[in-house]
């Protein structure tokens, strides 16, 4: 069973490779700089959830809403995702989001991956 918070908070998903040749490219620069690192596209909890079990066999499908919903594996009827009590945070900032404007400009070249590679790599693991 895998316990989360919100669903549908909305983040700001990054790919590890991408960030770690970000610093990298970050390390290269002459003179200190302050960046943030990010993909500029929202996806929510859900939905990196259907990538990532997707990625590992399983098709979601999620019912209830809020602190009731929960994600099942629609092969089995088992539910696999539970909201908990103890992730849930109501004074969550459900839209998390970053405009990469100033990365373009600063760190070209740097190749961009969505959630769904994401996801598909986490469900690997």
Same mark, same amino acid.
């Given at each position: 069973?895998?316990?989360?918070?919100?669903? /549908? /908070?909305?983040?700001? @998903? &990054?790919?590890?490779?991408?960030?770690?040749?970000?610093? @990298?490219?970050?390390?290269?620069? =002459?003179?200190?700089? =302050?960046? *943030?690192?990010?993909?500029?596209?929202?996806? /929510?909890?859900?939905?990196?959830? !259907?990538?990532?079990?997707?990625?590992?066999?399983? !098709? #979601?499908?999620?019912? %209830?809403? %809020?602190?009731?919903? *929960?994600?099942?594996?629609?092969? $089995? &009827?088992? $539910?696999?995702?539970?909201?908990?009590? !103890?992730?849930?945070?109501?004074? =969550? *900032? *459900?839209?998390? @989001?970053?405009?990469?404007?100033?990365?373009?400009? /600063? #760190?070209? %070249?740097?190749?961009?991956?969505? #959630?769904? &590679?994401?996801?598909? =790599?986490?469900?690997?693991?």
């Amino acid at each position: 069973m895998l316990y989360l918070g919100n669903l /549908s /908070s909305l983040r700001d @998903w &990054g790919y590890a490779k991408d960030y770690v040749e970000c610093m @990298w490219l970050i390390l290269q620069h =002459d003179k200190p700089e =302050d960046f *943030v690192i990010a993909t500029g596209v929202q996806h /929510s909890v859900r939905e990196f959830c !259907e990538y990532a079990f997707r990625e590992a066999g399983i !098709e #979601l499908e999620f019912k %209830g809403e %809020g602190m009731d919903e *929960v994600g099942i594996d629609k092969a $089995t &009827g088992k $539910t696999v995702i539970k909201v908990s009590p !103890e992730f849930y945070r109501p004074t =969550d *900032v *459900v839209n998390l @989001w970053e405009i990469r404007r100033r990365r373009r400009r /600063s #760190l070209d %070249g740097i190749r961009q991956n969505n #959630l769904r &590679g994401a996801g598909e =790599d986490h469900g690997k693991t």
